[in-house]
């Protein structure tokens, strides 16, 4: 994992803290996905402001554009890693619905009989 110093430029916690939800995701350690994603959102939001506020053009004059695009490649990998669990959880609660129609139609059964 890259770390990468707050001080340097005001994406840097996000951008960190995108890596860290990837490694998460990568592990399957779907409860610290949700909680880095937590904090990843609002850095990220205030990050954002920051740069609005700053102004666009520094940030390009600085050169961090790279760190926006990196972002952007990280978000993209996450929303992959995270594809494929809300697959696995829609396949799921799939599979509860039909079991739990199949546990009703039952019951209704045993309370005609």
């Known amino acids: 994992m890259q770390i990468i110093s707050q001080a340097e430029h005001p994406f840097s916690l996000p951008l ?3 890596y860290q939800i990837i490694a998460k995701a990568r592990l399957k350690d779907w409860d610290s996905v949700v909680a880095l994603n937590n904090r990843y959102v609002i850095t990220l939001r205030e990050a954002i402001e920051h740069i609005q ?19 952007l490649k990280n978000e993209k990998e996450i929303r992959a890693l995270i594809g494929t669990r809300l697959t696995t959880l829609e ?9 739990s129609q199949g546990n009703n139609t039952y019951h209704r059964q045993l309370l005609q009989s």
């Open 16 to 18: 960190q803290l995108s």
């Open 53 to 71: 506020s700053a102004g666009m053009a520094t940030y390009e004059e600085e050169g961090r554009m790279n760190d926006i695009e990196q972002l």
């Open 91 to 99: 396949q799921d609660m799939g599979q509860l619905r039909h079991s």
